[in-house]
């Protein structure tokens, strides 16, 4: 039996915000805090949780007294916004905390999703052509042909992105650009669209991670263009994306599978994450038969609800949900004199 621990699980108070409006009308809201701490607590280890709050004294105070031998890091935004999640990591390092997940280096470079692009080409790894636009201006720019796609910079979950982000045009290009600046504020991301299959592949560990089996979600059965992982399909329960399998592929070469699990790996330490993360990719094959895979965005810390692709992609590998949280806290142990002065 593992040895029994302290642990403090981090979260965003919106989420319990969320979970109230979702009851109120009669619709599912899973919380992944909630059933991480009720797990480890099945475990026989010692959990409580602590929402985080735009009251930031709040969460210096709490992190100053915490004695707990692990903070189960869980904290993605702050009152749902995305953009200070890297500095709730940096004050558990300042602080000197043992945390599960990566550091707030991990965070920058695999959240800001242009930045990430770079180190992935100079890597090597394959990725769609993008350029950024910030208040009009131009700030990188690659040479894009259309069909393109148009998100925000710096969010995460699917947030942004809808039918209407694959464009096809100019006119329609700078109207979403327009609405991304509108509604989010902040740099837009602009990249070619990948025609491919939606593929997740799932790395856990430090300095010697490794990949899990890859998971698709199978959208060829959706008779709607364009077919992503949006909005709709992540939280529409009507929608044909939603109801849209996740599948185990088979049909995959194995040297192409070997390939996209070594370019999830490479990423993945490219960015200097630790502790575990999701690695979302497109595959498709081309004309002549190859294949290739690019990467569309690396996600540290990602969903341990128990129905996501990563607990799923755990579960093949061999490891149950209260086994996978074991790992993820050993991992974050094994982290703990480096944190040390």
Same mark, same amino acid.
């Given at each position: 039996?593992?040895?029994?621990?302290?642990?403090?699980?981090?979260?965003?108070?919106?989420?319990?915000?969320?979970?109230?409006?979702?009851?109120?009308?009669?619709?599912?809201?899973?919380?992944?805090?909630?059933?991480?701490?009720?797990?480890?607590?099945?475990?026989?280890?010692?959990?409580?949780? @602590?929402?985080?709050?735009? &009251?930031?004294? =709040?969460?210096?105070?709490?992190?100053?007294? $915490?004695?707990?031998? /692990?903070?189960? *890091?869980?904290?993605?935004?702050?009152?749902?916004?995305?953009?200070?999640?890297?500095?709730?990591?940096?004050?558990?390092?300042?602080?000197?905390?043992?945390?599960?997940?990566?550091?707030?280096?991990?965070?920058?470079?695999?959240?800001?999703?242009?930045?990430?692009?770079?180190?992935?080409?100079?890597?090597?790894?394959?990725?769609?052509?993008?350029?950024?636009?910030?208040?009009?201006?131009?700030?990188?720019?690659?040479?894009?042909? @259309?069909?393109?796609?148009? &998100?925000?910079? =710096?969010?995460?979950?699917?947030?942004?992105? $809808?039918?209407?982000? /694959?464009?096809? *045009?100019?006119?329609?290009?700078?109207?979403?650009?327009?609405?991304?600046?509108?509604?989010?504020?902040?740099?837009?991301?602009?990249?070619?669209?990948?025609?491919?299959?939606?593929?997740?592949?799932?790395?856990?560990?430090?300095?010697?991670?490794?990949?899990?089996?890859?998971?698709?979600?199978?959208?060829?059965?959706?008779?709607?263009?364009?077919?992503?992982?949006?909005?709709?399909?992540?939280?529409?329960?009507?929608?044909?994306?939603?109801?849209?399998?996740?599948?185990?592929?088979?049909?995959?070469?194995?040297?192409?599978?070997?390939?996209?699990?070594?370019?999830?790996?490479?990423?993945?330490?490219?960015?200097?994450?630790?502790?575990?993360?999701?690695?979302?990719?497109?595959?498709?094959?081309?004309?002549?038969?190859?294949?290739?895979?690019?990467?569309?965005?690396?996600?540290?810390?990602?969903?341990?609800?128990?129905?996501?692709?990563?607990?799923?992609?755990?579960?093949?590998?061999?490891?149950?949900?209260?086994?996978?949280?074991?790992?993820?806290?050993?991992?974050?142990?094994?982290?703990?004199?480096?944190?040390?002065?």
């Amino acid at each position: 039996m593992d040895e029994k621990r302290r642990i403090t699980v981090l979260y965003d108070a919106a989420e319990d915000v969320e979970k109230a409006k979702a009851d109120k009308e009669g619709k599912p809201f899973p919380l992944a805090y909630a059933q991480v701490a009720e797990a480890l607590t099945k475990r026989g280890h010692a959990v409580q949780t @602590f929402a985080v709050t735009k &009251k930031i004294r =709040n969460l210096v105070s709490l992190v100053d007294r $915490d004695t707990s031998d /692990v903070i189960f *890091n869980l904290c993605e935004a702050i009152a749902s916004s995305s953009q200070h999640e890297h500095n709730v990591v940096g004050l558990l390092e300042l602080f000197q905390k043992c945390f599960t997940g990566c550091g707030s280096a991990g965070w920058l470079l695999a959240g800001n999703k242009a930045l990430c692009k770079k180190i992935l080409q100079f890597h090597n790894i394959g990725y769609p052509r993008f350029c950024t636009f910030e208040k009009g201006k131009v700030e990188w720019a690659d040479d894009l042909e @259309f069909p393109l796609i148009v &998100k925000p910079l =710096n969010e995460d979950a699917s947030i942004g992105i $809808d039918k209407g982000s /694959v464009v096809d *045009n100019i006119k329609d290009l700078l109207e979403r650009i327009s609405y991304i600046h509108q509604q989010f504020g902040g740099v837009t991301l602009v990249e070619e669209f990948i025609d491919g299959r939606e593929i997740y592949v799932g790395v856990l560990g430090n300095d010697r991670p490794e990949a899990f089996p890859i998971l698709e979600w199978d959208f060829s059965n959706v008779k709607d263009s364009p077919k992503i992982a949006g909005s709709e399909a992540k939280w529409d329960r009507d929608s044909e994306g939603y109801k849209s399998p996740e599948v185990f592929p088979t049909d995959i070469p194995d040297g192409v599978v070997q390939g996209i699990k070594t370019a999830a790996l490479t990423a993945y330490q490219a960015l200097d994450l630790t502790g575990y993360a999701r690695v979302d990719m497109r595959l498709r094959q081309r004309k002549g038969g190859k294949w290739d895979y690019p990467i569309i965005e690396v996600n540290p810390n990602c969903w341990l609800e128990k129905r996501g692709e990563f607990v799923a992609a755990a579960r093949k590998h061999g490891l149950s949900y209260p086994e996978l949280l074991e790992r993820i806290i050993e991992l974050a142990l094994a982290r703990r004199p480096q944190l040390s002065p």
